[in-house]
Every structure is written in structure tokens, then in C-alpha cells.
T-cell receptor
Framework: EAGVAQSPRYKIIEKRQSVAFWCNPI?????LYWYQQILGQGPKLLIQ????????DSQLPKDRFSAERLKGVDSTLKIQPAKLEDSAVYLC??????????????FGPGTRLTVL | SQQGEEDPQALSIQEGENATMNCSYK?????LQWYRQNSGRGLVHLIL?????REKHSGRLRVTLDTSKKSSSLLITASRAADTASYFC??????????FGAGTTVTVRA
């Protein structure tokens, strides 16, 4: 079974530029998550999709971050414009939907973003 | 804000020794999960323990959960160099999402 795919693996941009990350979850997984992990911290949930609908985006800075999962499969996370504090690893994860609890999540390798 | 807090922040042990790390959380939970992250890589799920369970084992891993104290521990027995990683606890506070702690960094010395 193929794992969660993410691209690119690394990205360096200057502040005020825009950047996009792509994620392809494990086949059949209904739930997709984007996390931001700042160096030395644990992952922080940015947005959670159930199929192509948003379940939770309460911690997504909506003035600059956007995400979509148009056909309920792969997803794109965009930052526009980027700030220095956006430097982090962006992790995508997926899980099968099981009602009543948060399932085991399967993580991709992440995209390391550096904003100069 | 992060629900879980791991303790200690960092741990250095000799190969073959046991490693124990703890996680405390604030609100009632549905389940608690432990993940491992090797340097520069994604997280890997280790074990899930539900709120009605007190102990679970998986290979060299042993997890306990004390809901009255709102705490969990992860024990790695007979550690190996490959166990060098950061370990995170994550809690499901009955809201269908996980909240991760800041992690414990474990270094296993040869």
C-alpha cells in the first residue's frame, strides 16, 4: 500500500512570495489533515477535511493560508503572502473515517519551508 | 494550544537500557496515541490506547493510561540505536482531531 505523498520536499522562498504544497493521501482514506510543525514543537493542526468538506479550520490563518480538496482525494495548501514565521515543516496526514473517535493518522514525509 | 505535555523534554540512554517518557493532558479524552518522528521525517504511529484501557503492549513498547491522573507513559524496553527519535503523545478530546504535545527527544548511545 502506497503511503501519503507530499511535494515538494523542500522549498525556499522570500517573504511576501507565495507557495503551494501538494498532498496525495492513502487510497480510500476519507479524512485528510494539514499540520504545521515549527522546529522544536509538536504538529499543530491547520485544517481537517472529511472527503471534500472542511471539518475544522479554526487554526488556519485565513488571511494568508488557503487549502482545498476539490475531488475528495488530493489536496493543496497555499500560503500567500508568506511571512518569516511561516518557516516550518508542513505535514499532511490521512486516516480512514471511523465515527466516534480520532483514528490512527498516517503521515507523509512533510515539506520543509524556509522563508527568507 | 497543545493539550498534551511530554516529560522529560530530552532523554539520553545507553543501548540496551529502558526509556520511559510521560504525557500529561488537561481534558477528558476518547483515546491517546503515541507517535515517533525520526529526524527530518514524517510521524509514524506507534500505539493507540482508548480511555477504557489501562495498559497496551506492542513489541518492545508498553503504554499505560491513568485517566484519573490524566497521564500516560510510554516505555521502550531494550533500546536500540534505531530508537533515537522524537516521541509525541496525541490526545483525542472527543472532537475527532488530535492535539500533539511538544515531544520527548530520545538519544540512544551505542
Amino acid at each position: 500500500e502506497a503511503g501519503v505523498a507530499q511535494s515538494p520536499r523542500y522549498k525556499i522562498i522570500e517573504k511576501r512570495q507565495s507557495v503551494a504544497f501538494w498532498c496525495n493521501p492513502i487510497s480510500g482514506h476519507a479524512t485528510l489533515y494539514w499540520y504545521q510543525q515549527i522546529l522544536g514543537q509538536g504538529p499543530k493542526l491547520l485544517i481537517q477535511f472529511q472527503n471534500n468538506g472542511v471539518v475544522d479550520d479554526s487554526q488556519l490563518p485565513k488571511d494568508r493560508f488557503s487549502a482545498e480538496r476539490l475531488k475528495g482525494v488530493d489536496s493543496t495548501l497555499k500560503i500567500q503572502p508568506a511571512k518569516l514565521e511561516d518557516s516550518a515543516v508542513y505535514l499532511c496526514a490521512s486516516s480512514p473515517w471511523t465515527s466516534g473517535s480520532a483514528d490512527t493518522q498516517y503521515f507523509g514525509p512533510g515539506t520543509r519551508l524556509t522563508v527568507l | 494550544s497543545q493539550q498534551g505535555e511530554e516529560d522529560p523534554q530530552a532523554l539520553s540512554i545507553q543501548e540496551g537500557e529502558n526509556a520511559t517518557m510521560n504525557c500529561s493532558y488537561k481534558t477528558s479524552i476518547n483515546n491517546l496515541q503515541w507517535y515517533r518522528q525520526n529526524s527530518g521525517r514524517g510521524l509514524v504511529h506507534l500505539i493507540l490506547i482508548r480511555s477504557n484501557e489501562r495498559e497496551k503492549h506492542s513489541g518492545r513498547l508498553r503504554v499505560t493510561l491513568d485517566t484519573s491522573k490524566k497521564s500516560s507513559s510510554l516505555l521502550i524496553t531494550a533500546s536500540r540505536a534505531a530508537d533515537t527519535a522524537s516521541y509525541f503523545c496525541a490526545t483525542d478530546a472527543n472532537d475527532y482531531k488530535l492535539s500533539f504535545g511538544a515531544g520527548t527527544t530520545v538519544t540512544v548511545r551505542a
